[in-house]
């Protein structure tokens, strides 16, 4: 009788055994479900969010070409236009360095063709003035976001050419830094003899190099209508460091060492 009781006791421990196995492999199958769900959504939510950068993306490129069109016209009222093409495609996609090059281009271009309205018209020479520094301070903000966008691009390529330089790391402007090809070129919109107006993209050893030697090229332009002649040499020569054909850039480090008187 107590044989079949200790029988009867193990038969019950044996029982709460499998109890326990069973409990466990159920929690264990609940965990891996679980995190099994998790990957899925996580591998849903970077399929979306992929497909979404990818249209927004698609929607910048169309902003920055109907811009790039309308700033071929070269009137007022079509470089406004673009600047605000411009404008929504750097809303779509903040990296997209063209449109931000094309953006500054365009409003320097504005800029100019304000400029010489007024001096026509002869306005209030007081608040052209306050605007042209507005509008220099934002221009020299863009580019300088262009040219970390760059050189952030040729640190993640681990590129073995040139050097995208350090010059904009120096540069005493009153923004902070921010891929793309070559910004479409706006043509001289320079003062006085011209010596300072921005160029097409410069031939290089490819579009990134030729795009970083447009934006400090165009960025020491605004440093030299701004009179700060020593920011805008260091960004003239680190142009022609980029591009030593680059002729735009020959000529406004000549510009800016005659005013410098050397």
């Known amino acids: 009788m107590s044989a079949a009781t200790t029988t009867t006791d193990d038969h019950e421990v044996t029982v709460g055994g499998a109890e326990c196995d069973t409990a466990s492999t159920l929690s264990t199958t609940k965990f891996v479900a679980t995190t099994e769900a998790a990957a899925r959504q996580a591998s849903l939510a970077r399929i979306f969010r992929a497909r979404a950068q990818r249209e927004a993306k698609r929607k910048a490129d169309r902003h920055n070409t109907f811009g790039a069109l309308q700033q071929r016209v070269g009137t007022e009222k079509f470089l406004q236009k673009a600047a605000m093409h411009f404008a929504a495609a750097l809303e779509q996609c903040s990296g997209h360095t063209e449109a931000r090059l094309n ?20 306005g209030d020479q007081k608040r052209s003035s306050s605007r042209r520094l507005d509008v220099l301070r934002t221009c020299a903000v ?10 952030e691009n040729t640190c993640d390529a681990r590129s073995g050419g040139v050097g995208l330089g350090d010059a904009n790391r120096n540069d005493s402007s009153d923004g902070g ?86």
Do not use: W
């Not at 953006?103 to 002869?122: D, I, Y």
């Open 103 to 122: 953006l500054a281009n365009t409003l320097l271009q504005l800029l100019t063709v304000e400029e010489s309205r007024r001096r026509r018209k002869r």
């Open 142 to 151: 863009h580019y300088s976001q262009c040219i970390k966008q760059l050189q």
């Open 177 to 262: 830094g921010g891929g793309g090809g070559c910004g479409s070129g706006v043509g001289g919109v320079g003062e006085n003899s011209g010596a300072e107006s921005l160029s097409s993209s410069p031939s290089a050893a490819n579009a990134t190099t030729a795009t970083a030697a447009v934006a400090h090229h165009n960025l020491g332009v605004v440093r030299l209508r701004m009179e700060q002649l020593v920011p805008a040499l260091r960004h003239f020569l680190e142009a022609v460091r980029l591009c030593p054909g680059y002729s735009d850039a020959h000529c406004n480090v000549a510009t800016t060492f005659r005013l410098l008187g050397e």
